[in-house]
Structures are given as structure tokens and as C-alpha cells.
């Protein structure tokens, strides 16, 4: 299967421990976001790059929260000393986006975080 | 906040029935999706209509976009209960950088 994969798909934490999310993309996508969504609600953007680059980070999104992309592969997303209200599900997409395009996105299936 | 906001928030039909949901949006835009997602999975693209278009198919979708109301639609025909999910409509728009922002969907059940 060469879809974007997520890992773990699901993660219970106690309140103030740190978690990491690893995203896989598709491989010659050069867009890659964060999503988190809780129940009922839609999608709301955490952040996104271009190749390696860090394009920008949702203002809702505090210092707890950091996102790499090395070398434009794979993404990894940290939430640090989590809280409660972090518990959501935590979608990564890609994309093959050409100057000012923005074509579809191909989402994984989601990694879901439990706090405690 | 949020640029496209779905109407309406749930809708529940008889299979065979036509399901229609709008999306309306705030500023102009270089694109419009429409993505569906099923419970507890991650979302799947269905349709994108560009700015300078106002009508696209594909299959049994209907998507139209009015720019000057700053709307789309999304017309399913003859649904099926496999069409049970959320539908949520997503805009790039060049303000933000093309990145696509969501709506908070629809959330369709579809009766056999």
C-alpha cells in the first residue's frame, strides 16, 4: 500500500507526558499537513510544510506542540507534557502541489490520543 | 476560524433519495473540496471545482460553486446506506497560503 501511514493509530498517555506521531506521505508529494479533529467537529489545521520547509503553524497551536519534517520524508509531530483537552484524533495529508495550487489531499487514517 | 461552514449540520434520508449540502465561505478562493469521511477514519477526497468553474460530476455527485454568493454545493443522487458519513467542503484560498482550511461537515445517514 503506498498511502500515507500513521503511527501509532492509537495512544492513551497520562496527563503531562510527551507523545510522538510519525507520518509517512506519499513519496513524491512535497506538501505535507497536520490536522487534529475532535468528535463531530471538522478538521482544524495545526501546520504544513513544503518539502522540509515549515510553511506555517496554526496560532491556536501552543509551544507544546512542535513538528519536523527532515529532509521533506517523513513528518513527526511532538505534543509535549500533554493535557485533557489534547485528546483528539491527529490526521496527517499530503499533496503534490505546484506553485500557488493546492490540489487534493490523501489522508492517513488518523492517529488517536488518549490523555488520561 | 473555520473559512467554509456546512449547512446542513446532519440530514437523514431513505436510500434512493437525493441528499444535497451546502458550504458556504468568506473570502475569495482559488479552489473548493469536498471530502468524505466515514466513522473513525481519516477523510477522502471527492471532488475539487476551481474558482473559475460552477459545475462538476463524478459519478453521482453534483458539485456547483457560486462565487458571487461564496457557496458550493454537493448533490448526492440516489443514495445509497454506503453513503453514510460526513461530508465536509475544504477552501485553499491565497490569503492563507493555499492551505485548505474545513468546515465542521455534514453528517449524513442514509436509511435502507
Known amino acids: 500500500d503506498t498511502g500515507v501511514s500513521q503511527d501509532p493509530r492509537h495512544k492513551i498517555t497520562k496527563r503531562g507526558q510527551n507523545v510522538t506521531f510519525r507520518c509517512d506521505p506519499i513519496s513524491e508529494h512535497n506538501r505535507l499537513y497536520w490536522y487534529r479533529q475532535t468528535l463531530g467537529q471538522g478538521p482544524e489545521f495545526l501546520t504544513y510544510f513544503q518539502n522540509e520547509a515549515q510553511l506555517e503553524k496554526s496560532r491556536l497551536l501552543s509551544d507544546r506542540f512542535s513538528a519536523e519534517r527532515p529532509k521533506g520524508s517523513f513528518s513527526t509531530l511532538e505534543i509535549q507534557r500533554t493535557e485533557q483537552g489534547d485528546s483528539a484524533m491527529y490526521l496527517c495529508?499530503?499533496?503534490?502541489?505546484?506553485?500557488?495550487?493546492?490540489?487534493?489531499?490523501?489522508f492517513g487514517e488518523g492517529s488517536r490520543l488518549t490523555v488520561l | 476560524s473555520q473559512q467554509g461552514e456546512e449547512d446542513p449540520q446532519a440530514l437523514s434520508i431513505q436510500e434512493g433519495e437525493n441528499a444535497t449540502m451546502n458550504c458556504s465561505y468568506k473570502?475569495?478562493?482559488?479552489?473548493l473540496q469536498w471530502y468524505r469521511q466515514n466513522s473513525g477514519r481519516g477523510l477522502v477526497h471527492l471532488i475539487l471545482?476551481?474558482?473559475?468553474?460552477r459545475e462538476k460530476h463524478s459519478g453521482r455527485l453534483r458539485v456547483t460553486l457560486d462565487t458571487s454568493k461564496k457557496s458550493s454545493s454537493l448533490l448526492i443522487t440516489a443514495s445509497r446506506a454506503a453513503d453514510t458519513a460526513s461530508y465536509f467542503c475544504?477552501?485553499?484560498?491565497?490569503?492563507?497560503?493555499?492551505?485548505?482550511?474545513f468546515g465542521g461537515g455534514t453528517r449524513v445517514l442514509v436509511k435502507p
Open positions: 475544504a477552501t485553499a484560498f491565497k490569503a492563507a497560503g493555499n492551505k485548505l482550511t
Open positions: 495529508a499530503s499533496s503534490l502541489t505546484s506553485g500557488s495550487y493546492t490540489g487534493e489531499l490523501f
Open positions: 473570502t475569495s478562493i482559488n479552489n
Open positions: 471545482i476551481r474558482s473559475n468553474e
